[in-house]
């Protein structure tokens, strides 16, 4: 059975191509268009990882980290925040929130994939 992945982003060419390409590695992919559809649809798929971008109307992808962090029934879940905002005051906002990794835009397809599936191996 495929791995499955929440992605949550704004913008639907980076929701097209994420999905395209997370698809093509084998991943059973689901999509959300802002932070609530995105805690939705973790709560429902329970997926193994989640990657937000950080900002997102109705809820920030911060946000949603810090919800899905506070459900105890998501405990092994791993979260990723993929965001144009690189600065190191939010990596660690971030990674201080709960997320596993904090990746910033533009992103190489291939460092993606390899960052998901070594965060996917690693025990929970």
Known sequence: MATRIVIADDEPNILISLEYLLKREGFDVTLAR???EALDAVRTVRPA???????????????VCQQLRADDSLAGLRIVMLTAKGRDTDVAKGLALGADAYLTKPFATKA?????????????
């Open 112 to 124: 993606l994939v390899q960052q998901l599936r070594e965060l996917l191996e690693r025990p929970a």
């Open 49 to 63: 990882l989640a990657l937000l971008d950080v900002m997102m109307p109705r809820l920030s992808g911060l946000d």
């Open 34 to 36: 802002d932070g609530q």
